[in-house]
């Protein structure tokens, strides 16, 4: 079955602390990335995460610190199974329950084993033309030009809960 590693992404969101709490609870193994440096440079830190924990995870769950996981270790490996045998996903979305705009597509899953390359193609590459959308500019350029799929996944199922309104102070 396919193990998943959780790296939060964090600045400085109120949410930060039960955001780490729900992953101890729930027992995800994770990191943390917290600094204020954009999403851009998280993202990519993400995916080289990512390639570092090849062969020991299957999947990296990029958590933001404003979101809640509540689905258990298992149910979330799982779903990572079932999209490793339907398909050869790089990466694919799962959903949440948006404390503002209903359940919305939010986190992103990466396959460890392809990550070393995903890394390779964007580690240079400047992504800043679409403020808060660089992680899905990166995933959108391995698709279009490398073959590197990505999508949502499949079951419209919540992973947990967007605060949203608690995102950089109540600032959207």
Not at 116 to 136: L, N, P
């Amino acid at each position: 079955m396919s193990k998943v590693f959780c790296v939060v992404r964090a600045t400085n969101e109120d949410s930060f602390n039960d955001c780490i709490s729900a992953l101890e609870n729930l027992k995800y193994p994770y990191v943390v990335i917290k600094s204020d440096s954009s999403l851009e440079d998280k993202s990519k830190s993400t995916i080289k995460i990512g390639a570092e924990k090849s062969g020991e995870y299957g999947w990296i769950m990029a958590v933001d610190a404003d979101v809640i996981i509540t689905q258990q270790v298992d149910w979330v490996e799982k779903y990572c199974e079932h999209m490793e045998k339907n398909t050869d996903w790089f990466c694919f979305t799962g959903w949440l329950d948006c404390t503002k705009r209903g359940l919305i597509v939010g986190l992103h899953f990466f396959r460890t084993s392809e990550c070393q390359k995903a890394y390779d193609i964007i580690k240079d590459r400047d992504f800043s033309f679409h403020m808060g959308r660089q992680e899905y500019e990166i995933c959108k350029l391995l698709k279009l030009t490398y073959g590197m799929n990505w999508d949502t996944g499949y079951l419209k199922e919540s992973f947990g809960k967007h605060l949203f309104e608690v995102n950089n102070h109540g600032k959207t």
